[in-house]
């Protein structure tokens, strides 16, 4: 049994935290959140540099082929960190969708620059409310030509390119990739500012198909990515875990501190459960990502189930925790509890995943 | 990553499913042994009989010294023994405390010659220990027990009263924790011992659960006599040998009860709402999901400990979560198992329940399960102490002699 990260990834996993904690700052996260800069594009630089975009894209596509593991590792510190870059929807969707379904030649067109920070990618598939649905996809392909809105679209606004679920010329939907360069897009107000979300509307967009069609590479895709937004997820609650003690342990009331207070104790406890049920799930989900395994749509939607309750619940008791100060703008504790609802909504909520596990149960009873 | 064995790992895993191939009947295909409802005379037998079939081969006492007929193995083969066994339907319930427990407690502190003559016997299941700790007003304040021991020549003489002791009726001997001073503070006056379960003096009555079982007594001590050479750690040390029990306790406990979230699957998909199988109810697959979820989670972390055990580490207090989580989860999982019967669900005779009626009696037992072994509560302070340092409670009773400490219920 090694079911935990090897000394070489750990080690990863100290120098990314150092790194994040030095260079992404809350103050660093704050200029997106008060508008000053729309992503944190000297962080990007420097992350791009270090191969982290590229982690999991062998080296023949410029990747660093650090494998999944690895790019779990830093997934869990980019949520740690709240990180302002378009890191998620370059690394975990837009390059992934690539590498799984595009041929040779588009993988060796878009991943090296994928890698290396010179596109920043995205992923189109949300038509305005409502969670994954085949159904639901209006956005339309015709004589290569893509037309349709789509919002909201993560770190749409900053894009070079972007993936796009759309019908294709039998009405499957099915997975494109195209230039932004001339589509019209709109910055979005959100929840989470420190997070760009755009709204792109093709107008006889020129398109390439990725892959040979259909819904089940939409899925896969984000199956994939779940597990990856998971370890954010868990970065993420691990970091609201983190400040919620310190605090409790520096805040006196009534002559004690208030960590000393078995209801902040038990609320504490509790989020610490949530957060390491969750990360062992991740773990799985890791596991399952490097070996490519069968049960992969399982592991991922359990994972996904699991740090989306761990990040809601560690970011609102942290609040909790904090009191008065807590909803404060100057505490940084919003700039968690508005990313786990980024993360928590953006590829399908918790219904979506937990029916979708349920599905992947019976399939699997089936069978 | 890897789910791998190392190679001695896999051959001790090898060896221990062929013993239990040869010798014990496997759970596939049989009904589902449910949480007993105590140990009866005939299950005494059949534990016996097992206990000493698995001690000759060599399966008990894993990680115990060679000189008492154990291994010295690592603790994860301990783990692997386990994981196998739990696919054999064999006889449980009279052996976990005292060798989870006792004896390591015995092991810690007792005289050479002591450990002669009791551990062997306990490893083959001839004798068997309980744990006397527990007291009407010591139960998540444990160390505001009352039970007195006087000092009277060689002997200690042992006056009060102990509660929710497993298994006391059927055992031969039993550790024990009193009061040797009230006039200190609580954790200081108290001392430890080990005592024949046959003296003079002790009365053992069954408490009738409101399962109906009666797995746990009253044990009432009146003038019952130890000898001082039974003391386990010095005059006064009585709560720091008891911490050792403890620390044992919660790995000991914490068997994975039935129904499991697979149990409400299968109930789902039998059941029916709106005329559709259950399963296909939105509000259903969500609850479903949610208890998948943490499953897998306590699993997946129950494999991290192993690896941690299998690179030479030692697991901390974060193994609370497990009792934590699926206590919970039992009773929770009981309880909307029987509201997808409706009506149906109230009835227990076994031709008509649904399941084996595993979720009746689930719901019935499940109260127990979250404050057995540590109350929720109580977890909740560890994890919160132990592992992320708050800070302990404010005392009112510390260094108050504890005859002016008020206890129990007033």
């Known amino acids: 049994m ?53 982690a999991a894209i062998p080296e023949e596509f410029g990747g660093a082929g650090l494998g999944y593991e690895g790019l779990c590792v830093l997934a869990e510190e980019m949520g740690r960190a709240v990180a302002p870059v378009p890191f998620a929807s370059t690394a975990y969707l837009a390059a992934e969708a690539i590498l799984t379904a595009g041929s040779d030649a588009q993988r060796r067109e878009y991943l090296p620059k994928l890698a290396d920070g010179s596109l920043i990618g995205c992923l189109a598939l949300s038509e305005g409310s409502g969670n994954p649905d085949p159904a639901a996809i209006q956005a339309r392909v015709v004589g290569g ?16 390119i972007a993936v796009i679920v759309a019908r294709d010329e039998h009405r499957q939907p099915s997975l494109f990739v195209a230039s932004l360069a001339d589509v019209r897009r709109r910055d979005l107000t959100t929840l989470d500012p420190t997070r760009n979300h755009a709204r792109l509307d093709f107008d006889a967009t020129p398109v390439q198909p990725l892959g040979s069609g259909g819904w089940g590479s939409v899925q896969r895709v984000l199956d994939r990515a779940a597990i990856l937004f998971a370890f954010e997820q868990v970065g993420g609650a691990d970091a609201c875990l983190r400040m919620a003690c310190e605090y409790a342990q520096e805040r006196f009331a009534f002559g004690r501190p208030i960590g000393s207070f078995q209801a902040i104790k038990h609320k504490l406890a509790d989020m610490y459960v949530a957060l390491e049920l969750a990360r062992s799930n991740a773990y799985y989900g890791a596991w399952a990502l490097g070996a490519d395994a069968t049960d992969l749509p399982l592991a991922a939607a359990t994972a996904r189930v699991s740090a989306t309750e761990a990040f809601h619940l560690a970011s609102k008791e942290n609040i909790q925790t904090h009191g008065g100060v807590g909803f404060t703008w100057a505490v940084d504790c919003h700039l968690y509890y508005r990313r786990s609802k980024q993360l928590g909504l953006t590829i399908g909520s918790a219904p979506f ?10 399939t699997r009873n089936a069978a | 990553m890897d789910f791998n064995d190392t190679k001695e790992e896999a051959a001790f895993r090898i060896e221990a499913r062929a013993f239990l191939a040869a010798n014990a009947e496997p759970k596939a295909g049989a009904k589902p042994v449910l949480r007993q409802s105590g140990v009866d005379q005939q299950a005494v037998e059949r534990c016996k009989a097992w206990q000493a079939k698995k001690a000759d081969a060599g399966f008990a006492g894993l990680t115990w010294p060679k000189r008492f007929g154990g291994r010295e193995a690592s603790p994860i083969l301990q783990v692997i023994y386990n994981q196998e066994e739990d696919a054999f339907v064999v006889p449980r319930g009279l052996y976990e405390i005292g060798l989870g427990m006792c004896i390591p407690t015995m092991m810690a502190y007792a005289q050479p010659e002591q450990l002669d003559r009791y551990v062997k016997p306990a490893l083959r299941g001839e004798e068997v220990w309980c744990q006397l700790f527990s007291e009407p007003a010591g139960g998540s304040d444990l160390a505001a027990l009352r039970t007195r021991a006087e000092r009277d020549g060689d002997d200690w003489v042992i006056n009060g009263q102990k509660i929710w002791t497993s298994g006391a009726h059927l055992s031969d001997f039993g550790i024990i924790v009193v009061r040797t001073d009230p006039n200190l503070p609580k954790h200081e006056g108290l001392t430890f011992f080990f005592l024949d379960m046959k003296s003079p003096g002790i009365d053992i009555r ?10 746990f007594n009253e044990v009432f001590f009146t003038d019952v006599r130890v000898p001082d050479s039974q003391r386990l750690g010095a005059v006064g040390q009585g709560w720091k040998v008891s911490l050792t029990t403890l620390m044992n306790e919660r790995l000991a406990v914490g068997d994975v009860q039935r129904p499991e979230v697979d149990d409400l699957l299968e109930l789902s998909r039998k059941l029916r709402i709106d005329g559709k199988p259950a399963i296909q109810n939105g509000a259903v697959r969500e609850k479903i999901a949610e208890w998948h979820a943490r499953s897998q989670g306590l699993k997946f972390t129950r494999f991290r400990t192993m690896t941690a055990l299998s690179k030479g580490e030692t697991p901390g207090p974060e193994n609370s979560i497990h009792k934590l989580v699926n206590a919970s989860k039992l009773q929770d999982i009981a309880s909307y198992g029987l509201d997808l019967m409706g009506a149906g669900g109230l009835v227990i005779d076994d031709d008509l329940a649904e399941a084996y009626a595993m979720f009746q009696s689930a719901l019935l037992s499940s109260p127990s399960s979250r404050i057995a072994g540590g109350s929720d509560e109580i977890l909740r302070n560890i994890i919160a102490e132990r592992v992320l340092g708050m800070p302990s409670d404010v005392r009112v009773d510390k260094g108050k002699p504890f005859n002016q400490v008020p206890t129990g219920r007033r």
């Open chain 2, 206 to 215: 069954p408490i009738h659960q409101m399962s109906g079982a009666r797995h």
């Open chain 1, 145 to 160: 030509r893509l037309t349709g809105a789509k919002w909201p679209v993560a770190d749409g606004g900053i894009a070079d």
């Open chain 1, 353 to 362: 995943w937990k029916h979708r596990l349920v599905d992947l149960l019976e």
């Open chain 1, 2 to 54: 090694n079911f935990d990260f090897s000394d070489d990834l750990k080690q990863l996993r100290d120098q990314s935290r150092r790194f994040l904690s030095e260079r992404c700052s809350p103050a660093v996260v704050r200029r997106s959140l008060d508008g000053q800069e729309v992503y944190a594009a000297d962080l990007w630089r420097e992350i791009a540099e270090m191969g982290w975009i590229g």
